[in-house]
Nanobody, 114 residues
Framework: QVQLVESGGGLVQPGGSLRLSCAAS????????MGWYRRAPGKQRELVAI???????NYADSVKGRFTISGDAAKNMVYLQMNSLKPEDTAVYYC????????WGQGTQVTVSS
């Protein structure tokens, strides 16, 4: 069973930046690609960004131009660079492959507030 460990979250002011990291205990990103997801308070988990095994990226409209997904499938690592953060980005952020096939990790809390 592949384990996912997210890190890098925290409290940041609006307009600030954070870089999230995700480490997988096994090779899950090489075939199906990699993704970041988030769950805001009172809402369902939603897709934030995906990067396919061919390097094609896709983002939720709400984060386009502000967030960048990257990673190294060989090292089982995924990153999310988040710039120009807004209060509505406040959520617990999770990583998984693009099919959400692995068991979810604990996530990392991102709070955007002044």
């Amino acid at each position: 069973q592949v384990q996912l460990v997210e890190s890098g979250g925290g409290l940041v002011q609006p307009g600030g930046s954070l870089r999230l990291s995700c480490a997988a205990s096994g090779s899950i990103f090489g075939i199906y690609g990699m993704g970041w997801y988030r769950r805001a308070p009172g809402k369902q988990r939603e897709l934030v960004a995906i990067r396919t095994s061919r390097g094609i990226t896709n983002y939720a409209d709400s984060v386009k131009g502000r967030f960048t997904i990257s990673g190294d499938a060989a090292k089982n690592m995924v990153y999310l660079q988040m710039n120009s953060l807004k209060p509505e980005d406040t959520a617990v952020y999770y990583c998984n492959d693009a099919l959400q096939s692995a068991t979810w990790g604990q996530g990392t809390q991102v709070t955007v507030s002044s």
